[in-house]
């Protein structure tokens, strides 16, 4: 054994053992619905819930690793082992719904269970379902016999008495069973009238009122499935529409374009219904993460909208001390101008009063020319004086120029200040919708998961009435005991088998003590 454990080839025979092994489980699921049991190896997880394929790509074989590829054998043993109580916990689960008999294992977890006790229920339930099948074999045969023989009334009347008697001990088995052993197209949800009936008949409503189950019939689904399936379709429906609109990926939506290509409404059974459910729930857990993001998302938003108000303010404020400023200068300026326009007019005029008092006093006093002179070389100072006046004046006007031309880039400032303001608030209001939409589907979703629990609510009465429906049938099979006797010996074969298989696995669990011991004092001398 120690000779085998890491070979590379052994390794691949337990990867190929455990793709072909999660093939057969698939398979069972499609039927069933994925089964709730503890992982045989590892007890804190689901064995339905195990990615079986990142354990195969981390427990590879390893060239040159010798101790990592003795490891790998050992843990692919141990999910072989994971794998078969899976699948015959999962058979389990199947003759337990064809028997009617299948509790509540779907919603709840059970405990860990160990090999001997899974298999011992298994062959326990194969045990009853093998004699309801013999029950409604016999009773088969004796309706052929009756309509064979239904001209001869008294034949009849007694073969439906016998047919009765046996019927009545076994009511119960058959309205569970002739839905799966006489017809294998009926639905689970579809009962068919007993077939049996104590009133003698003739011959020509014998062949017309004996109630029996056809291919036509059963593919019509009952009203509560047809009802159920449409409402999972709606909401499906809704789901990927609002996954689409969001631009998230959906787990839903491959599942129901598998659905819409094979089947009709009302079609599915209950393992796709189960299915359906279960993508539906995840795509519920995916929304209620997108919706924590948006929400993570949205309070940035908000304080980055109240940073935005509080600028608006503060630009706002700049901006209206900036236009009054502006005002006031403005005004001072043609105060200003004004003034040098009296003041300039008032040159003006006194220039040219001198001019004509010159030109009265050149012709008045010609004889004075000297003085004249004089006054004129007097008047040309006061000409060049005011001439320097002028150009003090028009360095005046160019520098009151320079500043209205100051003025006009302010006021294009503010401009550009009153469209920044403008974009800011459209983002506001933008963002003020993006949050309003995030609201309205935040209480959609609120909605839908509330129609998901009263949904939930029902079919838990459901399985409440198929509870007592299983008390009433265990009742009845309490009159069955004698017939358990016949088995006693096969019993003790298997508690037999059992020891065998625990003294296996105590002889394993001590290789893995021994190989784990082992491995420590490797890691310990490799690290000293």
Not at 107 to 120: A, E
Request: hydrophobic share 30%; charged share 25%.
């Amino acid at each position: 054994m120690s000779q085998l454990l890491g070979r590379q080839d052994c390794i691949d025979s337990l990867r190929k053992d455990l793709v072909d092994l999660q093939g057969a489980i698939l398979d069972v699921f499609s039927r069933t619905g994925p089964v709730h049991f503890t992982s045989w190896k590892f007890p804190d997880k689901l064995s339905c819930n195990l990615d079986l394929a990142a354990l195969l790509e981390q427990y590879d074989f390893v060239e040159g690793e010798d101790a990592f590829n003795q490891h790998s054998h050992i843990v692919l043993l141990e999910l072989v082992t994971d794998r078969m109580l899976l699948l015959i916990q999962s058979f389990n689960a199947y003759v337990e719904q064809l028997r009617s008999n299948y509790k509540r294992d779907q919603t709840q977890q059970k405990g860990c269970l160990s090999v001997g006790l899974v298999v011992r229920n298994y062959w326990s339930n194969l045990v009853q379902l093998s004699n309801i099948m013999g029950i409604c074999k016999d009773i088969k045969k004796q309706t052929k016999i009756r309509m064979s023989d239904c001209g001869d009334t008294g034949t009849v009347s007694s073969s439906s008495r016998q047919i009765s008697s046996r019927s009545e001990s076994c009511t119960h088995c058959l309205s569970a069973w002739s839905s799966t052993s006489s017809f294998k197209f009926l639905p689970e949800n579809h009962v068919p009238s007993s077939p049996i009936h104590s009133t003698p008949c003739s011959p020509k409503t014998d062949s017309h009122n004996v109630s029996s189950q056809t291919v036509e019939s059963s593919l019509v689904p009952c009203n509560a499935c047809h009802q159920v399936q449409s409402v999972l379709r709606k909401t499906g429906d809704a789901l990927i529409e609002l996954f689409q609109s969001e631009g998230l990926p959906s787990s839903l939506q491959p599942l129901l374009v598998a659905v819409e290509d094979t089947l009709e409404l009302g079609q599915m059974t209950a393992g796709d219904v189960s299915q359906w459910a279960n993508e539906q729930l995840r795509d519920m857990r995916r929304l209620a993460k997108h919706l924590q993001d948006v929400r993570g998302t949205v309070q940035p938003l908000g304080e980055r909208l109240a940073a935005a108000e509080a600028d608006r303010e503060r630009f706002r404020s700049h901006m209206e001390r900036a236009q009054k400023e502006r005002k006031q200068e403005v005004e001072n300026h043609q105060s200003s101008m004004v003034k040098l326009g009296f003041s300039l007019q008032k040159a003006q005029r006194s220039v040219k009063e001198t001019e004509q008092r010159l030109r009265e006093e050149q012709k008045q006093n010609k004889r004075e020319t000297l003085y004249l002179e004089e006054s004129n070389s007097r008047l040309k100072e006061k000409v060049a004086e005011q001439q320097d006046t002028l150009q003090a004046l028009e360095c005046e006007r160019n520098d009151l120029q320079e500043k209205m031309r100051a003025l006009h880039v302010e006021e294009e400032a503010c401009c550009k200040l009153h469209e920044r303001i403008q974009q800011l608030e459209s983002q506001i209001s933008e963002t003020q919708l993006l949050l309003h939409k995030e609201n309205a589907k935040y209480h959609s979703a609120c909605r839908q998961q509330e129609s998901m629990q009263t949904k939930q609510k029902s079919l838990l009465g459901r399985v409440d009435a198929l509870d007592e429906e299983c008390e009433e049938l265990q009742k009845q099979l309490g009159e069955s005991e004698e017939r358990q006797l016949n088995l006693h010996n096969q019993l003790q074969r298997m508690s037999e088998e059992k020891e065998q298989l625990q003294a296996q696995l105590t002889r394993q669990q001590v290789q893995e003590m021994c190989f784990w011991i082992w491995s420590n004092n490797c890691r310990q001398t490799a690290f000293e």
